[in-house]
């Protein structure tokens, strides 16, 4: 029996939900999820031996994606959520072709809060090189409203600033000074932050476009479209006891710990190691 029919035939309300990306910097995802669905439990899964993918090519990025799919498809999880923005820029229809349960990605959820929001119609999206270079936000922001205008930057160095935990450095404003000069030259009112590791600068990056540009934070908007979701599939946990988590990982690198607690903003417990 394929993995595919095995997982569709035990899912039920009960299962976890998996959240994927390609290190620790999805569990600014996890972090929102476990706010809004108080009740539901969460398997993460971080490639942390291979990340970053945000500087690797679309068929390296693609297989990883595949095979992370079938390992959560193997933990019955009942929804598949691409937490990391490169992997939903570039892999999404392969996530998709393997799974039997519904998929949500990072990049519809960002694009969507961004179309409501502005009302300029002027955008800015910032993220990995592949996520830029693949054009994903552009074609799900217009897929709400064509007319909007879109400028994107790629934003190579904010991943290792934020890994560094240098998220109020004075190399850091100054990096987003230089990245975002460009983009800030067009009457921009929204800013899409379209990377997992993003949220973490908020605040530096608010203070270098101005309290004028409003910052669109995929990870709040992607725990909304998981609320829709368990509503329309009628997949709300029906148990009223705590969650169970469980982190999976490929590598526990130097500091993993200390990094790791910083995006999920709590302790870290039950973290495995596994190999793909
Ligand atoms: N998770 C990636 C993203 O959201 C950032 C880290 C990486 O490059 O792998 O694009």
Redesign the pocket.
């Given at each position: 029996m394929e993995v595919k029919d095995r997982v569709f035939n035990v899912m039920d309300r009960t299962s976890s939900i998996g959240v994927f990306?390609?290190?620790v910097?999805?569990l600014t995802v996890v972090r929102a999820l476990m706010e809004r669905l108080p009740f539901e439990s969460i398997s993460y899964f971080g490639d942390t031996a291979r990340?970053?993918?945000?500087?690797k090519s679309v068929e390296t990025i693609a297989h990883f994606a595949g095979q992370i799919t079938d390992f959560l498809l193997q933990q019955k999880v009942k929804l598949l959520i691409v937490?990391?923005?490169?992997?939903s820029?570039v892999a999404l229809e392969v996530i998709r072709r393997l799974s039997p349960v519904p998929v949500l990605d990072?990049i519809h959820a960002g694009a969507r809060s961004a179309a409501m929001a502005t009302k300029a119609r002027y955008v800015a999206v910032i993220?990995?090189p592949?996520?830029i270079n693949s054009n994903a936000y552009a074609r799900a922001i217009h897929q709400f409203d064509p007319a909007i205008r879109i400028f994107s930057q790629a934003c190579a160095l904010f991943?290792p600033l934020v890994e560094e935990g240098w998220l109020d450095h004075p190399v850091t404003h100054l990096t987003a000074r230089e990245y975002l000069k460009v983009v800030l030259s067009y009457p921009v009112d929204t800013l899409v932050l379209?990377?997992?590791?993003y949220p973490l600068l908020k605040p530096v990056i608010q203070e270098v476009v101005g309290v004028g540009i409003q910052l669109v934070d995929s990870a709040e908007a992607m725990a909304e479209e998981a609320a829709e979701m368990l509503t329309d599939k009628g997949l709300w946990s029906p148990l009223r006891v705590s969650p169970e988590y469980r982190f999976y990982v490929t590598d526990i690198p130097v500091r993993f710990q200390t990094i790791g607690e910083r995006f999920l903003g709590r302790s870290l417990p039950n973290v495995k190691v596994v190999q793909l």
């Open positions: 990306d390609s290190g910097g999805g990340v970053p993918y945000g500087v937490a990391c923005n490169t992997m820029a990072v993220g990995t592949a996520t991943v379209g990377c997992t590791h």
